[in-house]
């Protein structure tokens, strides 16, 4: 079975605060070692599982952390600037926009956080900090949320989303097939108690293991939202919104709402990420 991983920061056990997320901060490089740990540990689970290839996706930031030498030699790692964000190089088939080669079987989310809005998730926030809150067909979700609306378009089921306590309760409700590890107990949206570095790796491993082994015996579903498949964005200011509603086919609604409708979950999730890029070009 090919196993695809996407591996963001915020939800790593032992970052508790936003600031080390940032390359610029000094704690950076500590940062990135932690999340170079919990990705290591998810694809050593993976493997145990059954799985026979691995595809890490860096879904961070600029989206090139993590440092190759020090990850699994069993797994390959996609860097860089990526059309399809943090689910690069998972779609099946060949040609513009496609991965490689045959589907994936499973796909696992390593250090993910609660939706942007969210009370009380550690770093909780939705891609950027631009959005105040993103739903999907009327209810409130986050990147798993997302990410798992296209992944499942491409018939690629979640089967792990580790992060913190906020984050498996919400996960809870989109994709209750799929193993939830907590590694931190949130505190607010600066603050959280992680456990020891060590342990969470061995929570991930588990989990990772876990969810290849279902994923072979056909345990785990996809994320289905049947359509039109309507994606909608609150932004903080009403100018960010009118630059993210420029996009073909966006509604503005409300004072800062930008609404996007689609026949397909592929086709939602492309114009999320443009109106979300387009929000990122005014302050």
């Known amino acids: 079975m090919k196993v695809y991983i996407s591996v963001d920061m915020e939800g790593i056990g032992g970052v508790n605060h936003p600031a080390p997320t940032d390359p610029a901060n000094v704690r950076y490089p500590a940062a990135v070692a932690l999340m170079v740990g919990e990705a290591n540990a998810a694809i050593e689970g993976a493997l145990a599982g059954g799985a026979m290839e691995v595809l890490v996706n860096d879904s961070h930031w600029s989206m090139h952390n993590l440092l190759p030498e020090d990850l699994h030699p069993a797994a390959r790692v996609l860097q860089g600037q990526k059309v399809w964000s943090m689910v690069a190089g998972a779609k099946p088939g060949a040609g513009p926009g496609a991965g490689f080669g045959a589907r994936f079987g499973v796909a696992l989310f390593v250090g993910y956080h609660a939706r942007a809005g969210h009370p009380t998730g550690t770093i909780a926030h939705t891609y950027t900090g631009r959005p105040v809150e993103t739903r999907l067909n009327g209810r409130p979700t986050g990147e798993y949320g997302l990410n798992a609306l296209v992944l ?12 913190d306590d906020a984050l498996a309760d919400e996960v809870a409700g ?14 607010g949206s600066n603050a959280a108690a992680s456990v020891h570095p ?27 939202v049947p359509p039109p498949v309507t994606i909608e964005v609150e932004y903080a200011k009403g100018l960010v919104a009118d630059f993210a509603a420029s996009f073909p086919g966006a509604e503005r609604f409300g004072g800062r709402g930008v609404r996007f409708v689609a026949p397909d979950a592929e086709t939602a999730y492309r114009a999320f990420l443009a109106g979300n890029r387009l929000a990122g070009l005014v302050d």
Do not use: H, N, Q
């Open 152 to 163: 499942g378009a491409w018939g690629i089921p979640v089967g792990l989303v580790a992060g």
């Open 174 to 187: 989109w994709l209750p097939w799929a193993e939830r590890v907590v590694v931190k107990e949130a505190a």
């Open 198 to 224: 060590s342990a969470a790796r061995d929570l991930v491993r588990a989990g990772a293991e876990r969810a290849v082994r279902r994923a072979i015996a056909g345990e785990l579903r996809t994320l289905e």
